[in-house]
């Protein structure tokens, strides 16, 4: 069972991987999602097995299999609010964990998963009428 924080990682690389292939069509994404399945990796288990991923889609697409997962390194930094501070050319797999450690030990949580929050990313205090007569006397 993993840590509650290592599933929003997870869901998250899923998130970023689909939003990745949904930019290339959907088509592509049909076939990409298809072709993983038939290899041994279901759409479920992207997330945790991104490395088989990574090889799965160099071995069948060659170099052009980075544009892909280079967009999804791109959309999970833009959804931990980190700065992007690799290049195209760079190793995108240790780039990868060097993001997931990151994200593990400074708790880190994705955008996404703060939608319904006010503006300022915080919850408002609530305040509840009280009889104490300091409060009363101060009004």
């Not at 869901?11 to 076939?31: H, I, W």
């Not at 006010?118 to 509840?128: C, G, I, M, N, V």
């Amino acid at each position: 069972m993993r840590a509650p924080l290592e599933t929003f990682f997870h869901d998250t690389v899923s998130y970023c991987f689909n939003s990745a292939l949904e930019g290339m069509g959907q088509t592509v994404r049909e076939v990409i999602i298809d072709h993983l399945g038939k290899r041994g990796i279901p759409k479920v288990e992207i997330s945790t097995r991104f490395d088989d991923v990574v090889k799965v889609l160099t071995d069948t697409f060659g170099t052009s299999a980075r544009i892909i997962i280079y967009k999804t390194m791109i959309e999970l930094h833009k959804e931990y609010s980190l700065r992007m501070d690799f290049t195209y050319q760079d190793s995108l797999r240790d780039r990868f964990i060097l993001l997931r450690d990151r994200v593990l030990a400074d708790h880190l949580m994705p955008r996404h998963s703060q939608k319904g929050l006010p503006d300022d990313q915080f919850l408002a205090p609530t305040y509840y009428p009280t009889s104490s007569p300091m409060l009363v006397r101060a009004q």
